[in-house]
Nanobody, 119 residues
Framework: QLVESGGGLVQPGGSLRLSCAAS????????MGWYRQPPGKQRELVAS???????NYADSVKGRFAISRDNAKNTVYLQMNSLKPEDTAVYYC???????????????WGQGTQVTVSS
């Protein structure tokens, strides 16, 4: 289960920090990431972070957003700075999780959290 928090209403130029905690019978987590779905548009990747290796960002957020994770807490964060109205969207957490009872990884989505950037 992935539970997100930290969304809300912010003025242009402001900042927000999203959190997503994974819970359950977790053996390991590979890639964790954030996606967003603006009104009337398709869901798109914002940033992703594997357990080892380089992070990946959408061009539209490079230099403004930063993804990080706390593996001990099975939590991923998204620090969003210099927010713009076009960042308005529902933000979803995503993770590849291997439970204790399986050798396989399963892909999970959070319920989504609304981020609105408006004056």
């Amino acid at each position: 289960q992935l539970v997100e928090s930290g969304g809300g209403l912010v003025q242009p130029g402001g900042s927000l920090r999203l959190s997503c905690a994974a819970s359950g019978s977790i053996s390991s987590i590979n890639t964790m990431g954030w996606y967003r779905q603006p009104p009337g548009k398709q869901r798109e990747l914002v940033a992703s972070m594997p357990s080892a290796g380089n992070t990946n960002y959408a061009d539209s957020v490079k230099g403004r957003f930063a993804i990080s994770r706390d593996n001990a807490k099975n939590t991923v964060y998204l620090q969003m700075n210099s927010l713009k109205p076009e960042d308005t969207a529902v933000y979803y957490c995503n993770a590849d999780v291997r439970p204790y009872y399986s050798r396989n990884y399963f892909n999970y989505w959070g319920q989504g959290t609304q981020v609105t950037v408006s004056s």
